[in-house]
């Protein structure tokens, strides 16, 4: 049987500036904690993504304590940006990571089976995502050079997910990006986003898509709320263990401070 090369998926961490907490919790811990489970059981990983809202409100110091977290990884680390994030500190505090020819955080990576594609949906002064004609030029570019399937890293879902308080600020005005995946859905394996912090699970004009739980806070499943007051609850905080295989996707969600023992299953 071909084997899988396995990636990580995290998503929504929001750290704050001097390690506060938010929303009674300790966004720097858990994800420290986040990264010891993960350097514990997964060292094996090819890397490990994250799909934005990197830290809460943007702040300098917020990302110097990412950076301190990351730094324990094992493997490398591809973030994208959230609303939540400041693209300008972002970028201040991780030069390495690419850019496109216009300052968006968008770059792609050849992966042994794939091609990953990561988005910037990032504007600043709102929570909704945006998705100009600038980064939908780069990405048609993009899906035009991939030889292999795609892989699409994204902030913001471009589809509505039921929760009307999410969808009033998700990817707003999605013809650009529209236009730039039209004819590429059956080259697109798979689209990973945060933003809801909700483990989600779908297909969109026939492109499977998934996202999964923040390390610190979430949302509660309300669906058709008119209020678009979004609840906040706290429940087991996760990341994604995915598995790649040519032909196939594979998402495992690991609760990671899940202290339940487990035990051996009879006959």
């Known amino acids: 049987m071909p084997r899988f090369d396995k990636y990580i998926h995290l998503t929504d961490t929001h750290l704050v500036k001097e390690a506060g907490a938010l929303y009674g919790l300790d966004p720097k ?6 990264v010891e489970h993960i350097n514990c059981h997964h060292a094996d990983a090819r890397a490990v993504v ?9 702040h300098d110091n917020a990302y110097e304590h990412l950076r301190e977290c990351l730094a324990a990884l094992s493997m490398p680390v591809y973030p994208i940006l959230g609303n939540h994030d400041s693209r300008v500190n972002f970028v201040r505090h991780f030069p390495h990571i690419p850019c496109d020819a216009n300052g968006f955080v968008q770059y792609v990576v050849q992966l042994e089976r794939y091609t990953a594609i990561f988005l910037d949906t990032n504007e600043p002064g709102v929570h909704w995502g945006v998705f100009c004609e600038q980064r939908a030029q780069w990405l048609r570019a993009a899906l035009q050079a991939a030889e292999k399937p ?3 890293f994204m902030h913001h879902p471009f589809f509505p997910i039921g929760i009307t308080s999410m969808d009033d600020i998700s990817l707003r005005n999605t013809g650009p990006f529209e236009a730039a995946i039209a004819s590429f859905e059956p080259r697109i394996a798979h689209c990973f986003f945060g933003h809801i912090h909700r483990p989600i699970f779908g297909s969109v004009r026939g492109i499977p898509y998934s996202t999964l739980r923040s390390t610190n806070h ?5 669906l058709q709320d008119p209020s678009l007051n979004i609840v906040g609850k706290n429940e087991n905080p996760q990341y994604g263990v995915l598995l790649l ?3 196939q996707v594979l998402l495992h969600l690991e609760d990671y401070l899940d202290s339940s023992e487990g035990y051996l299953l009879g006959g």
């Open 245 to 247: 295989r040519e032909g």
């Open 218 to 222: 979430d949302v509660a499943l309300v």
């Open 150 to 152: 795609v892989l699409l």
């Open 29 to 34: 811990l858990r994800l420290q904690q986040a």
């Open 50 to 58: 994250i799909t934005g809202d990197l830290t809460h409100y943007g």
